[in-house]
């Protein structure tokens, strides 16, 4: 469960730069939005491998 726990932080680590780039239109809270998705879609794409490794060895 320590990797929903690590999606789940990252995720809401992003609030407030979204409401900042959102709402105020503060471009470099948009930055930091996109590096976050951008770890976000790393991370995404990490959990996947480990699910497909796990499902194929059990």
Do not use: H, P, W
């Not at 990797?3 to 409401?19: A, H, I, Q, T, Y």
């Not at 709402?23 to 959990?47: C, F, H, P, Y």
């Amino acid at each position: 469960m320590s990797r929903f726990s690590e999606v789940s932080e990252l995720v809401n680590g992003l609030k407030d730069d979204f409401e900042k780039f959102y709402e105020k239109g503060n471009s470099a809270a948009g930055t930091r939005v996109r590096k976050g998705m951008q770890d976000l879609k790393n991370m995404a794409q990490e959990i996947r491998k480990e699910v497909q490794d796990k499902k194929n060895a059990g």
